[in-house]
C-alpha cells in the first residue's frame, strides 16, 4: 500500500473524536449532557450503550478539536481528503444540507441587485437563496422529456441564448441531477458559460455518488462546473443533514463562499455529523466502484421483475433511481407508494404518476427480494380488483408538465417579504400574481413563488397534485382549494 493510500483509509475527525473520548476528561464545556448519556425517561438498556457511545464524541470546539469556520486540523484534512476524493480544488463539509451549501454558493457570488442566469425548476434553497441574496434573476424554462412529461433543465440552445441576451449575469445555476436521476448537459452548458467567463454553479444534491462506478454518470466536477453542492446523505452513508460544497477553477469567488457559509451554516455545528462524513468519504475513497455493487445487482433484478409485471420503469441516466408508474394508468404515484408502504416497502417519493425509489450502499439483495414480492401482490391486487382504482386516480397524465410562457423570463426580484395577499378558489387564480409559496415535497420544487404571475398550465398541474394525494409546503390552505393571491393593486 503506497502512502496516497493509506492516507485515504484515515478518517481525522472520527480519529481526533475518538482519541478525545479516551482521555476521560472532565468537562466544564458545552453541550449540557458533558459526553454522557442522560436518563431521559425510566427502563433504558440496550438504548443507554448507544447513547454513550453517540454522546462520547459529541463534543464543542476545544484545543485539540479544530473548529468548522476555521480548520486547521482534523477537520482542515479531512476536508482535504473530501477534495481528493471527488477531484475538487477544495471541499468545505456542510452540516446544515445541501441547503446551507446553495445558499452560500448564491450569497458568495452576487451582491444584492446584479443578475443571475437560474434553471426555473431548482429546489425551493435556490430561489430562498435568491430571495435572500437579493439578485436579480432571469429563469430559464427546463426542457421536458418527450416520454414521461418530467422536466429535466433547460436546454444548451436556451442556455446561449440567455447568455447573449444576459452578459452581464453573474452565474449560472442548474440542479443535476433531478428526483428522477435524469441528468442535465452539464458539459455543454459548462462549455458555453466559460466562453463567457461565466460560473456554473450545480445543486447536485442527489449525485454524490456520481462519477465513482462505470455505470453511473460523471459528476459535475468531472464535467468542468466551478461549485458543485452535494447532498453526502442521501446517496452515501453519512447521516442526515450532512452534505459537501465542492470548487474548482478560478471564476468562482472561493473566499466570498467562504464567508458565506460562515453566515449560513451553525456557529456550533455537529462533530457527530461532521465525523459521518468523513467516513463516508473513507468508505468511498477505499472501497471505490466496488461500494455500489450490491446496489447495482438489486436494482439490476428490480427492472428484470417488473419487466413481467404491469408497472413501468422510467428510464433514468442514475441506475439507482428506479421510478415506476402503473402502465395501467388507474393508480396514481401516490397510491402506488401507499399500496407499496402496506407492504413494508417505504419509497423516497410520490408524484401523480410516479413512485421514485432510492438504492444506496446499504441497499442488500433482501430489499430487492421484498420490493418484487410486494409488487408482484400489489400487481395480483389490481387484478382481482380492477375496478376499485380511485377515480381520482383515472387516466393520469403526465407528472412534471412544465409549460410557461416564455424560455427566458424577463429580470424578477424575489422578496423576502409578502404584501397583503386574499385567499381565492384555486380554479379562479389564472391571471393573479401568487401571494405565498406552493412547494410539493418532496420534491421541493416550488411551482409558485410569491410575486410570480399564476398560468392556467401551472393550474391545471396544482390540480392534479392535489387530486392525487400530493403534499404541498408553503401553502396556507394545505387542502389547496384556495391559493393566496396579492391583493388588488398590492406588489411584494
Same mark, same amino acid.
Given at each position: 500500500?503506497?502512502?496516497?493510500?493509506?492516507?485515504?483509509?484515515?478518517?481525522?475527525?472520527?480519529?481526533?473524536?475518538?482519541?478525545?473520548?479516551?482521555?476521560?476528561?472532565?468537562?466544564?464545556?458545552?453541550?449540557?449532557?458533558?459526553?454522557?448519556?442522560?436518563?431521559?425517561?425510566?427502563?433504558?438498556?440496550?438504548?443507554?450503550?448507544?447513547?454513550?457511545?453517540?454522546?462520547?464524541?459529541?463534543?464543542?470546539?476545544?484545543?485539540?478539536?479544530?473548529?468548522?469556520?476555521?480548520?486547521?486540523?482534523?477537520?482542515?484534512?479531512?476536508?482535504? &481528503?473530501?477534495?481528493?476524493?471527488?477531484?475538487?480544488?477544495?471541499?468545505?463539509? &456542510?452540516?446544515?444540507?445541501?441547503?446551507?451549501?446553495?445558499?452560500?454558493?448564491?450569497?458568495?457570488?452576487?451582491?444584492?441587485?446584479?443578475?443571475?442566469?437560474?434553471?426555473?425548476?431548482?429546489?425551493?434553497?435556490?430561489?430562498?437563496?435568491?430571495?435572500?441574496?437579493?439578485?436579480?434573476?432571469?429563469?430559464?424554462?427546463?426542457?421536458?422529456?418527450?416520454?414521461?412529461?418530467?422536466?429535466?433543465?433547460?436546454?444548451? @440552445?436556451?442556455?446561449?441564448?440567455?447568455?447573449?441576451?444576459?452578459?452581464?449575469?453573474?452565474?449560472?445555476?442548474?440542479?443535476?441531477?433531478?428526483?428522477?436521476?435524469?441528468?442535465?448537459?452539464?458539459?455543454?452548458?459548462?462549455?458555453?458559460?466559460?466562453?463567457?467567463?461565466?460560473?456554473?454553479?450545480?445543486?447536485?444534491?442527489?449525485?454524490?455518488?456520481?462519477?465513482?462506478?462505470?455505470?453511473?454518470?460523471?459528476?459535475?466536477?468531472?464535467?468542468?462546473?466551478?461549485?458543485?453542492?452535494?447532498?453526502?446523505?442521501?446517496?452515501?452513508?453519512?447521516?442526515?443533514?450532512?452534505?459537501?460544497?465542492?470548487?474548482?477553477?478560478?471564476?468562482?469567488?472561493?473566499?466570498?463562499?467562504?464567508?458565506?457559509?460562515?453566515?449560513?451554516?451553525?456557529?456550533?455545528?455537529?462533530?457527530?455529523?461532521?465525523?459521518?462524513?468523513?467516513?463516508?468519504?473513507?468508505?468511498?475513497?477505499?472501497?471505490? @466502484?466496488?461500494?455500489?455493487?450490491?446496489?447495482?445487482?438489486?436494482?439490476?433484478?428490480?427492472?428484470?421483475?417488473?419487466?413481467?409485471?404491469?408497472?413501468?420503469?422510467?428510464?433514468?441516466?442514475?441506475?439507482?433511481?428506479?421510478?415506476?408508474?402503473?402502465?395501467?394508468?388507474?393508480?396514481?404515484?401516490?397510491? &402506488?407508494?401507499?399500496?407499496?408502504?402496506?407492504?413494508?416497502?417505504?419509497?423516497?417519493?410520490?408524484? @401523480?404518476?410516479?413512485?421514485?425509489?432510492?438504492?444506496?450502499?446499504?441497499?442488500?439483495?433482501?430489499?430487492?427480494?421484498?420490493?418484487?414480492?410486494?409488487?408482484?401482490?400489489?400487481?395480483?391486487? &389490481?387484478?382481482?380488483?380492477?375496478?376499485?382504482?380511485?377515480?381520482?386516480?383515472?387516466?393520469?397524465?403526465?407528472?412534471?408538465?412544465?409549460?410557461?410562457? @416564455?424560455?427566458?423570463?424577463?429580470?424578477?426580484?424575489?422578496?423576502?417579504?409578502?404584501?397583503?395577499?386574499?385567499?381565492?378558489?384555486?380554479?379562479?387564480?389564472?391571471?393573479?400574481?401568487?401571494?405565498?409559496?406552493?412547494?410539493?415535497?418532496?420534491?421541493?420544487?416550488?411551482?409558485?413563488?410569491?410575486?410570480?404571475?399564476?398560468?392556467?398550465?401551472?393550474?391545471?398541474?396544482?390540480?392534479?397534485?392535489?387530486?392525487?394525494?400530493?403534499?404541498?409546503?408553503?401553502?396556507?390552505?394545505?387542502?389547496?382549494?384556495?391559493?393566496?393571491?396579492?391583493?388588488?393593486?398590492?406588489?411584494?
Amino acid at each position: 500500500m503506497n502512502e496516497s493510500e493509506k492516507e485515504q483509509e484515515k478518517a481525522p475527525i472520527y480519529e481526533m473524536l475518538i482519541a478525545h473520548a479516551l482521555k476521560r476528561t472532565t468537562p466544564f464545556h458545552v453541550p449540557g449532557h458533558k459526553q454522557r448519556s442522560q436518563p431521559f425517561y425510566n427502563g433504558l438498556h440496550e438504548e443507554q450503550a448507544a447513547l454513550d457511545t453517540l454522546m462520547s464524541i459529541d463534543i464543542t470546539e476545544l484545543s485539540g478539536t479544530d473548529d468548522l469556520h476555521d480548520p486547521s486540523g482534523a477537520i482542515a484534512r479531512a476536508q482535504e &481528503l473530501a477534495a481528493d476524493c471527488y477531484g475538487a480544488d477544495e471541499t468545505r463539509f &456542510l452540516v446544515g444540507g445541501s441547503t446551507s451549501g446553495n445558499l452560500a454558493m448564491i450569497l458568495g457570488i452576487c451582491e444584492p441587485g446584479e443578475l443571475v442566469l437560474a434553471q426555473r425548476n431548482v429546489h425551493k434553497s435556490i430561489i430562498h437563496g435568491l430571495a435572500l441574496s437579493g439578485a436579480r434573476c432571469v429563469f430559464l424554462e427546463p426542457s421536458v422529456d418527450t416520454r414521461s412529461g418530467i422536466a429535466i433543465a433547460p436546454t444548451a @440552445a436556451t442556455i446561449s441564448a440567455a447568455i447573449a441576451q444576459y452578459p452581464e449575469a453573474k452565474a449560472i445555476i442548474l440542479c443535476s441531477p433531478n428526483y428522477y436521476g435524469m441528468t442535465a448537459d452539464v458539459r455543454t452548458i459548462v462549455e458555453l458559460a466559460h466562453a463567457a467567463d461565466m460560473p456554473v454553479l450545480v445543486d447536485e444534491a442527489h449525485g454524490a455518488h456520481f462519477g465513482h462506478h462505470p455505470e453511473l454518470p460523471q459528476s459535475a466536477l468531472q464535467m468542468g462546473a466551478d461549485v458543485v453542492v452535494q447532498s453526502t446523505h442521501k446517496m452515501l452513508s453519512s447521516l442526515t443533514m450532512t452534505a459537501m460544497l465542492h470548487m474548482q477553477g478560478q471564476l468562482a469567488p472561493r473566499p466570498a463562499i467562504r464567508q458565506a457559509l460562515r453566515m449560513v451554516q451553525s456557529s456550533s455545528p455537529s462533530y457527530p455529523l461532521m465525523a459521518s462524513l468523513d467516513l463516508a468519504r473513507r468508505q468511498l475513497h477505499t472501497q471505490g @466502484a466496488a461500494l455500489f455493487e450490491p446496489a447495482l445487482d438489486v436494482a439490476r433484478s428490480i427492472r428484470r421483475a417488473t419487466a413481467g409485471l404491469p408497472f413501468e420503469l422510467l428510464h433514468a441516466d442514475d441506475p439507482l433511481k428506479l421510478s415506476l408508474k402503473d402502465a395501467s394508468g388507474r393508480l396514481s404515484g401516490v397510491a &402506488l407508494q401507499d399500496m407499496l408502504e402496506r407492504r413494508g416497502c417505504l419509497a423516497e417519493m410520490a408524484d @401523480a404518476s410516479y413512485v421514485v425509489l432510492a438504492l444506496g450502499p446499504g441497499t442488500r439483495q433482501q430489499d430487492g427480494v421484498a420490493l418484487i414480492a410486494a409488487l408482484t401482490d400489489i400487481a395480483k391486487e &389490481l387484478e382481482e380488483k380492477p375496478d376499485e382504482a380511485s377515480a381520482a386516480n383515472a387516466n393520469i397524465e403526465r407528472v412534471e408538465e412544465w409549460s410557461r410562457q @416564455a424560455l427566458i423570463s424577463e429580470p424578477v426580484t424575489i422578496k423576502r417579504r409578502i404584501a397583503a395577499t386574499t385567499p381565492v378558489p384555486l380554479k379562479a387564480a389564472a391571471g393573479r400574481v401568487c401571494g405565498e409559496w406552493v412547494i410539493p415535497y418532496p420534491p421541493g420544487i416550488p411551482l409558485l413563488y410569491p410575486g410570480e404571475p399564476i398560468g392556467e398550465e401551472v393550474l391545471a398541474k396544482l390540480e392534479r397534485l392535489r387530486d392525487a394525494g400530493a403534499r404541498f409546503q408553503g401553502a396556507t390552505d394545505v387542502s389547496l382549494n384556495e391559493i393566496q393571491v396579492l391583493s388588488e393593486g398590492d406588489r411584494l
